[in-house]
């Protein structure tokens, strides 16, 4: 289905029980929302799953110029009122997680819990760099130039080598997103800087990664689950960055033990 929220027009998808808790997941850059295809059967037992394609990703508008982190989180709290879903489980991978840290700290009261996944929370120099040279690649020769080394990059040796229809998948993902999808997104996770307010967190946090993750490692997300207050932290073994489609069974276990937790609290004070 299709949604429209803060000037754009997003590709949506609504799963599950109408009087089940919402769960809302939210993909990375240059992936597209059937990055979570193998996880949402084992969610919609007992959860709703709302699931959408970024700004500029998949089936989704793109819109030229620079994003913002304010900007693709207000893109979600526009897709919940449109959807007239006052409030939800978000979980959030790469890009996603960082979206989730953004609406944790500005949008609490819609969030009644947020998971990040496989992000960072603050943008090193270095960091900052790799996003400038990325967007000016796909500038200058379009999203392909993205392909293969974001694949390599995402997922362990051994995945990539027993697995190649899951890579095939992932390499359409990114030949799917705009170049002004793209480098608009890389510019909002250039400004990233929520670390450093995590310790102001209200919002019940998981922060998950794969043992094998590049982009985020462990001690990266170790780091920054230490400064939220009450939150968790798991690591998937035998992962890289796109954790959920080499380990789904072992990330919805995790995901379902912590939500699930969470339910059972806000039941026994209702």
């Given at each position: 289905m299709e949604?429209?929220?803060n ?5 949506c998808s609504?799963?599950g ?10 993909h990375?850059l240059a992936t597209?929302?059937?990055m979570w295809?193998?996880?949402v ?9 709302l699931?959408y ?8 508008a ?7 982190l304010?900007?693709?989180a207000?893109d979600?709290i526009?897709?919940?009122d449109a959807l007239?879903?006052?409030k939800?489980?978000f979980v959030g991978?790469?890009?996603?997680g960082?979206?989730?840290?953004g609406?944790a700290?500005?949008?609490p ?5 947020v ?16 996003w ?9 020769r379009?999203i ?10 995402w ?23 705009s ?16 670390e450093?307010?995590?310790?102001d967190?209200v919002?019940p ?6 043992s ?7 001690a990266?997300v ?11 932290y798991?690591?998937?073994?035998d ?7 080499e380990q789904p069974?072992l ?12 339910e ?7």
């Amino acid at each position: 289905m299709e949604v429209h929220s803060n000037g754009c027009t997003f590709r949506c998808s609504l799963e599950g029980r109408a009087d089940a808790p919402l769960i809302t997941l939210s993909h990375g850059l240059a992936t597209d929302m059937t990055m979570w295809d193998d996880l949402v059967p084992l969610l919609t037992q007992r959860y709703r799953v709302l699931r959408y394609d970024s700004r500029g990703h998949g089936g989704s508008a793109a819109t030229a110029g620079d994003y913002s982190l304010a900007m693709l989180a207000d893109d979600v709290i526009g897709i919940l009122d449109a959807l007239d879903l006052a409030k939800t489980h978000f979980v959030g991978l790469s890009m996603g997680g960082m979206v989730g840290l953004g609406l944790a700290l500005v949008r609490p009261n819609r969030m009644a819990s947020v998971a990040v996944c496989d992000a960072r929370g603050s943008a090193p120099a270095e960091y900052r760099a790799a996003w400038a040279d990325r967007s000016q690649k796909v500038r200058d020769r379009g999203i392909e130039a993205m392909v293969e080394p974001s694949v390599t990059r995402w997922f362990t040796p051994g995945f990539q080598r027993s697995n190649p229809e899951a890579i095939d998948r992932m390499r359409d993902m990114v030949r799917r997103t705009s170049a002004d999808g793209y480098c608009g997104s890389a510019a909002a996770l250039s400004d990233l800087d929520y670390e450093r307010r995590l310790p102001d967190s209200v919002v019940p946090m998981l922060f998950m990664t794969g043992s094998g993750d590049q982009g985020a490692p462990p001690a990266v997300v170790r780091a920054l689950q230490a400064k939220a207050p009450g939150s968790h932290y798991v690591e998937l073994p035998d992962a890289g960055h796109i954790s959920v489609m080499e380990q789904p069974v072992l990330f919805a276990e995790a995901i379902l033990d912590f939500l699930d937790s969470i339910e059972v609290r806000s039941t026994s004070t209702a």
